[in-house]
């Protein structure tokens, strides 16, 4: 069992800046083996993929309408991911989720993709 937990929510003014951490824990959770990625989700809304890594680690893809505002990034070590959220707008307020799939899966940017999630944690940006 994988076991995720996120951090680094609130309250920020428009054009701020917030990052947000993800760490995994649990036996069966590898950094070879898994790949950690970032979701979003408002109240009526479905869950919308936001970031993750590629599965060889080299690069990330990212929701195009962010526009180069985020950046993903991670510390083996630690077994944590951040998302650096810089330039934000009120529309990117959302509960963001972490979540953890298998390194060599069919797909990265659904929710079935996924096969671990943490509880989700608030942002909300301020006009």
């Known amino acids: 069992q994988v076991h995720l937990v996120e951090s680094g929510g609130g309250l920020v003014q428009a054009g701020g800046s917030l990052r947000l951490s993800c760490t995994a824990s649990?036996?069966?959770?590898?950094?070879?083996?898994?790949?950690m990625g970032w979701f979003r989700q408002t109240p009526g809304n479905e869950r919308e993929f936001v970031a993750t890594?590629?599965?060889?680690?080299?690069?990330?893809y990212y929701l195009d309408s962010l526009e180069g505002r985020f950046s993903i990034s991670r510390d083996n070590a630690q077994n944590t991911a951040y998302l650096q959220m810089d330039s934000l707008k009120p529309e990117d307020t959302a509960v963001y989720f972490c979540?953890?799939?298998?390194?060599?899966?069919?797909?990265?940017?659904?929710?079935?993709?996924?096969?671990?999630w943490g509880q989700g944690t608030q942002v909300t940006v301020s006009s």
């Open positions: 979540a953890a799939r298998r390194r060599y899966g069919a797909g990265w940017s659904e929710v079935q993709d996924y096969e671990y």
């Open positions: 649990g036996r069966t959770f590898t950094n070879s083996l898994m790949v």
């Open positions: 890594f590629a599965s060889n680690g080299a690069s990330a």
